[in-house]
């Protein structure tokens, strides 16, 4: 086909160039003081809840949370999580959790297509970390990685997602900008506001129709 | 009763025949006002400050501007980024090209199930019908099109593309199509149900095909913008992801993204952001547990470099496919979307579609608006989508050899041209001028509202009385009043 390359890139430079127009000035700022209230703000109206823990604490308020809620995915004893054991606060929750056999930690270290089964059917929730928040539209960031992979935010019913206080941004173009995003993107990154959802029936809002039902995220302020 | 009006209407032979079976169905233009008052509504509660939605919209007119511009350049600094990514490139001329791309690469890796997230290009090139010509069977996960799909229809809007069927009509659809499915008329229970049978889909394809909303050149990145999660779940449970957009999709830089994002999101569904935002920049890497092993990239023509062509027409390119037009169209607002008999409908669909398909076949389509000029108004992209409908209408009209618009002068008519020279004639010689309008003061009043050509305009108003005298006597005979 690089024949309809050629051709379909002869066409385009046949045509008389437009003029190149400035870009005219636009920013938002939200101030420093006003972004975590902002992110949490947001990030409830659009039906994730949103809790303040210590790095020292929140898997013990986790597992409360977890205890209350029961397994949903109808495995016989406990519920299921995902964890990223080679991360720090992968280390954290599994220390943690040692004393609590109801509360099965699973981790996600093989190809999807070895646990495809396990993945799509029998996960009750899955902790990952964030890269940080966005104040403005109340928005996790995410960069999958091998630790964590792309579906644990995505498949179980509940996904509990950690967001350091010091790394929640005003706006996106922030984050791109401190984080440095052209430098280069992982295989994929990701923006969350909330659970999966759809109005496409009636308008009518429903929860859970192909990601997680239920969006938890634990602000750490140490 | 709707669904068989609206069907029936998608098969009438112009817009004014299917408008007036869609204008009958009371069922339908419930459900469709009911959808763009409260579009409507959510778009404007998220633009209140008039400073800030100008600036925003200049920031984002201008940057597809620049995009357009710069297009070209832009298409193969965005290949050369993807094939560094590890993402194949393959470009399509027409949507027959497309098809096949699609098909052989779906059947060199041996795909009998494709799961597919919300695509208009898809539709565009009837991807569905052709791949099951191919006994590939491709199932539509996005909760509107799974059920558009399992009634055999097509979308009636861009975004929401069920907005034609009442939850009774989804409920009986399951029951019907879905094993062990009993009715139920629960939101939340027929979403369960999608939820429960379309998990079975994704853990069973072979292949994922999703569109694209923005595709980075600086990167090499394609965004994809959505609330459910099928689209993630396209792009990252199947071992294979196919995308294709249309060409005209690329933007620039990573930092060109957040504007176009928010005047998306918040003019689509009044939303400051959608649930995913889901930038991918390449297959799955060594190490890594999930994504697809494979990742091609579909850049489709169709038509859209004949577009290019024109100065004024390339603002068609422009478009960000948010859908405000038509949630903001007194036209689509009352007929709905199957009336247009087009893959996009509306306003945005009244510009592209003749364009794509020639004024030939669609050239009906720019007259199947008041110009009230809400589109325009509306638009993210500031695209003057009213100017574009005259521009097409004639361009319909009037027999050129040079215009580049497919069916240009499909639509001439010699008496309307006669009309209208003499209409030029009349008011460029003083005593045709006096002659005609004194004829028109005496005869007026006596010709029938029902006479030829005339009807048109009197079918649906009042037939305007004739005053005994033209203007100018009257003037003359009283003289000129200053005041």
Known sequence: ?222 | MGSNLATSAATAPDFAARASIALADDGLRRKFRRAMDGLMTKRAAQFPDPEAWTSLRARGAAIRRRSLARLPQLLEQLETRCRANGIQVHWAETSADADRIIQGILTDHGVRTLIKGKSMVSEEIHLNDFLAEHSISAVESDLGEFVIQLAHETPSHIIMPCIHKSKEDVATLFRDHIPNQAYTDDVDALTATARRVLREQFAGADAGLSGVNFAIAETGTLCLVENEGNGRLSTTLPPLHVAVMGLEKVVERLEDVPPLLSLLTRSATGQAITTYVNFISSPRKEGEQDGPREVHLVLLDNGRTRIFGDPQLQETLACIRCGACMNHCPVYTRVGGHAYDAVYPGPIGKILTPQIDGLATAGDLPHASSLCGACGEVCPVAIPIPNLLVRLRGEAAHQNSASTVMGAGARHSSVEDWVWRGWRLMHQVPLFYRVATRVLTRIGNAMPASLPMLNAWTSVRTKPRFARRPLNELVRSRGFDHE
């Not at chain 1, 190809?111 to 109340?138: F, N, S």
């Open chain 1, 1 to 222: 086909m690089s024949n309809a390359r050629t051709a379909i890139l002869d066409r385009l430079r046949a045509a008389r160039p437009a003029p190149l127009p400035v870009l005219p000035e636009w920013s938002v700022t939200i101030p420093p003081a006003e972004r975590l209230n902002r992110f949490s703000e947001r990030l409830e109206a659009s039906h994730a809840e949103v809790v303040t823990s210590t790095s020292g604490h929140w898997p013990s308020l986790l597992a409360e949370r977890l205890k209350a809620r029961g397994n949903t995915q109808g495995s016989a004893n406990g519920s299921s999580v995902h964890y990223p054991p080679g991360t720090h606060h992968g280390r954290c929750l599994a220390d943690a959790w040692t004393d609590k056999p109801e509360l099965r930690l699973v981790a996600y270290d093989q190809p999807v297509e070895v646990l495809k089964d396990t993945l799509v059917h029998r996960v009750d929730a899955a902790v990952t970390a964030t890269r940080g928040g966005i104040a403005e539209t109340g928005t996790l960031i995410l960069w999958p990685s091998a630790e964590e992979p792309r579906l644990m935010s995505l498949l179980p019913p509940l996904h509990v997602a950690l967001v350091e206080a010091k790394e929640i941004y005003g706006t996106l173009t922030e984050a791109m900008m401190v984080q440095n995003w052209s430098a280069g993107l992982p295989t994929n990154a990701l923006l969350i506001s909330g659970p999966s959802k759809t109005a496409d029936i009636e308008q009518t809002l429903a929860y859970g129709v192909h990601g997680p039902k239920e969006l938890l995220v634990i602000v750490l302020d140490p």
